[in-house]
C-alpha cells in the first residue's frame, strides 16, 4: 500500500464513522424493522450480521429490503447472538448480495414461542412442572386440597424427531444460440434441520443439492453433462449445561463466518453473563467445488465479550485466531475479529477485519496485512432523518492456497486491492415516500480513484396494497477509461394476501467507454412471481432478458418447492 497515502486513507475511515442512517421501520405496528449487512453469501442463503440479540430466531420468517428497493422474503435457517443465516424466496440470486445494507422486517415472536421446551434445561421443565399454582390462574382455581385424593396425571412424553425442511425442484434455461452461450440446468435442492433426535439434545441440520447441466456455454464447467453433488451443511449440534454447545460435521461458523466452510468440530463454553470461549479444528473443503479435501487443515480459537443491553449503551465483540496448513506447510495465521456498539436504536457502530500476520513466505507482499475492513455506523437523529458512513478495504490474501487457485501467474492479482468510503442519508417524506442517498470515493489499483453515488426513491403502498412498493434508482457509473449513469425501475407487488408475489424491474443504462459514447439503452428486463399453492407446496418462476456488450440472452426459470 502506499505509505502516503494511508493518512489521508485512515482519516477518511474515522471521520466515516462519525454518523450513519438508521432509519425508522415502516410496517403494521406488530413488525420490527431492524437493519443489518449481507456478510457472507452461501449457497443455502446469505448470512447477515443480526441475530437473536435483534430478534431472529430459527424458523422466523419476514420480509427484507435491499438498499434498491427490491423486496424478498426469507426463513431464519440459524441463528447466533449476531449473525444469522437467511434463506431467500422468491428473489433471483443472479447478482452478487455481498455487503448490501438491508432493512428487516418482521413479527417478533411473544414469549410463548420462543419459550419452547427445547429452549429451556430439563431441570428448568421439572421446576416449571412442580411449582406452585399462581392464584387466579386455572391452575390455582384447580387446586386439589392436600388430604384430598390426587388424580392421576396421564404422562406426556416430550416431541422427539421435529423436522422442518423442504426440497425444491429447479429448472433453468438460457436462450442465446447465436452467440453460443445457450445451456439448460437442472437443480434439485433440499436444506431443512430435524431437532430433539430420539428425545435427546442432539439436532442436524442438512442443506445441499444435486447439479447437472448441458449446453454449449462454459462446457469445462464441473457439472456438465454429469450430475454433481454439493453438501453446503451437514452438521449435529447440541446445547451443553453452562450455555454453549458442541457442533460438528461440515459448516460455516455464524459465531466467525470469516473462516468460511469447514469439515471438522466446534465447540462453546460460557463464563458468566458476558465472556464466551470457543474453539474449532477441522479440514477445508475444496476451494472451487467443496469437495471433501484434507490439503487445508485448520485450527482457530475465539473469544466473546459482551456488556450491556440493547435499550442502552452496549457492546459485544468476536476476536479469533485462525492457522491454516496447505500442503503440510503453514500457509496462514490471521486475526479475525467482529465487534457490534451502540447506544439504543439511536447510534450503532459494526466492523469486521481481517488481519493477516505473514506466517508464511510472502512472494510479493511482505509484513502484517490488513486485508479485509468493513466497518459502518447508523445514526436515526429523528423519525424520518438519519445519517449512514463506513469505510470498507479488501485485497487477496498472499498465500499458497489463493495462488494454486489461479489459472496463471500474475503479481497483479496480489495487489493491493482497494479501498471505498461513502457515506449516505435516509429521509421519511410524506405520501409514503423514502429517499436514500449515497456517495463513494474507491481507491483501488487496478483502476485508479473514482467516485460513485446513488439516489433511490421509493413508495410503498400502492393500489390498496399496503405492502407493495415501487422505486427508482439513479446511480452513476464509473471505471478505467468508463463513464456513464445507469437506473432501475423495480416493483414488489403482493397478491391475495401474500400468496401471490409479483417482482418485475427494469435496468437502463448509458455508457462512454473511450471515444465511444452510448446512448440509453435497456441492459435487461425480467419478472419473477412465487405463488403459494398450499401450506406446503410453492410454485415459482421468471424471466428474465439482459443486453450487454453485444450479446443478448434470455433466461427462463421455474421451479416447485415442497415445505414441511
Known sequence: MNTKTQPYRWG????????????????????????????????????????????????????????????????????????????????????????????????????????????????????AATSPPVPGTAEAKEFVPLLASVPRTPEVSAPQNVSHGRIELRQSLQMDSENGLGYSSTRLRSSGSMERIKGSPWSFAWSGDLRYRAGDAFQNHPDEQEIHPDFYRLMFQRPIEDGGFLRFGRFVPVELPGLGYVDGVQGETRRGEGLRFGAMAGLKPGRVNLDASVDEPLVAGYTTVEAGRREGPYYSGTVGLLNSYYHGKIDRLALLMDQRAGWGPRFTLYSTAAVDLNAAAAETRDGIRLTQLDVFAESRLSSFLGLRAGADHWE??????????????????????????????????????????????????????????QVRLTRTGLFDMRNASASLTAYRLAGNDTDGYGCRVSGYFPFRAGRLI???AAGFRTLQTGSQAQDVSLT??????????????????????????????????????YSW
Open 12 to 127: 477518511l475511515a474515522a471521520a466515516g464513522l462519525i454518523l450513519l442512517a438508521f432509519p425508522a421501520g415502516v410496517g403494521a405496528a406488530a413488525q420490527t424493522t431492524v437493519h443489518g449487512r449481507v456478510t457472507y453469501e452461501a449457497q443455502e442463503g446469505v448470512y447477515v450480521n443480526v441475530g437473536t440479540d435483534g430478534g431472529l430466531v430459527q424458523g422466523l420468517v419476514g420480509s427484507l429490503q435491499f438498499e434498491d428497493g427490491r423486496t424478498a422474503q426469507f426463513e431464519v435457517l440459524h441463528a447466533a447472538r449476531q449473525s444469522a443465516l437467511l434463506r431467500l424466496v422468491g428473489y433471483p440470486r443472479t447478482e452478487r448480495l455481498l455487503d448490501r445494507s438491508i432493512e428487516i422486517a418482521f413479527e417478533p415472536q411473544s414469549t410463548e414461542q420462543t419459550a419452547a421446551p427445547r429452549g429451556g434445561s430439563e431441570q428448568a421443565q421439572k421446576e
Open 396 to 453: 487477496r490474501p498472499d498465500i499458497q492456497a489463493e495462488r494454486d487457485l489461479l489459472a496463471f501467474a500474475d503479481e497483479r492479482f496480489f495487489d493491493n486491492g482497494y479501498w471505498r468510503y461513502w457515506v449516505g442519508s435516509y429521509q421519511n417524506l410524506p405520501w409514503s415516500l423514502q429517499l436514500y442517498e449515497e456517495v463513494s470515493l474507491i481507491d483501488a489499483d487496478n483502476t485508479g480513484d473514482s467516485t460513485r453515488y
Open 502 to 504: 409479483a417482482q418485475p
Open 524 to 561: 435487461y428486463l425480467s419478472l419473477y412471481l412465487d405463488g403459494r399453492l398450499s401450506k406446503t407446496w410453492t410454485l415459482f418462476g421468471g424471466l428474465n432478458y439482459s443486453n450487454g456488450a453485444g450479446v443478448d440472452s434470455t433466461l427462463l426459470e421455474v421451479g416447485l418447492r
